[in-house]
């Protein structure tokens, strides 16, 4: 059965704090990446990564950095944590897929960061 | 720029009726078209997807119908049930990444 694994579901930090998500996949996939979801907004890409070391930026990477060391394993970086950055966070992976579909992108249940 | 624009925001249906839910895009480089389907404290997960050269595609109760001149399709949920009630997303494809819509908030009363 596929697996994305997020390694809190409840983070509480404090403004100015440095904070680390985990996410972790044992689909071998390629793609990895880091959203954020907020009510009315959709889900926002921060970051997203094709290969081990590779990343990419998405539409809202101001604030946040990624690190992919290993394959499986896809983490998100708040620097310097702030209020504006209270929002539950979800990974995902998917396959590298250059055409034909379905680019199913698999979910991980996200992590509900408050920052205080 | 809002690329993705999905209507209406929340949805009240009774048991047994029909849930349509609408997604208008501008960018005619998307190539698949997906809507993903998120129940509380899960993450979103693929329902139903269609491909650019299909009007129409369906999978027991649910239907994608695809309008490639007006650039919207939208999800067409028969026979509604209460276990339907989750929030849903339209998210078209281009270059490995998803666009996903504002989302739907579903729900079916018994």
């Known amino acids: 059965d596929v697996k994305v694994t997020q390694s809190s579901r409840y983070l509480v930090k404090r403004t100015g704090e440095k904070v680390f998500l985990e996410c972790v996949q044992d689909?071998?996939?390629?793609?990895m990446f880091w959203y954020r979801q907020d009510p009315g907004l959709g889900l926002r890409l921060i970051y997203f990564?094709?290969?081990?070391?590779?990343?990419e930026k998405g539409d809202i990477p101001e604030g946040y950095s990624v690190s992919r060391e290993k394959k499986e394993r896809f983490s998100l970086i708040l620097e310097s944590a702030s209020t504006n950055q209270t929002s539950m966070y979800l990974c995902?992976?998917?396959?590298?897929?250059?055409?034909?579909?379905?680019?199913?992108?698999?979910f991980g249940p996200g992590t509900r960061l408050t920052v205080t | 720029q809002q690329q993705v624009k999905q209507s209406p925001q929340s949805l009240i249906v009774q048991k047994g009726g029909i849930s349509i839910i609408n997604c208008a895009y501008e960018n005619t480089a998307f190539d698949y078209f997906p809507w993903y389907q998120q129940f509380p404290g899960k993450g979103p997960a693929l329902l139903i997807a269609?491909?650019?050269?299909?009007s129409e595609k369906k999978e027991g109760r649910f239907t994608i119908s695809f309008n490639k001149s007006a650039k919207q399709f939208s999800l067409h949920i028969m026979d509604s049930q209460p276990g339907d009630s989750a929030t849903y997303f339209c998210a078209p494809h281009q270059g490995g990444k998803l666009i996903f819509g504002q989302g739907t908030e579903l729900s079916v009363k018994p």
């Open positions: 689909m071998d996939h390629e793609n």
């Open positions: 995902a992976s998917s396959l590298l897929k250059t055409s034909g579909g379905p680019y199913e992108q698999y």
């Open positions: 269609i491909r650019p050269d299909v």
């Open positions: 990564s094709y290969d081990v070391k590779m990343k």
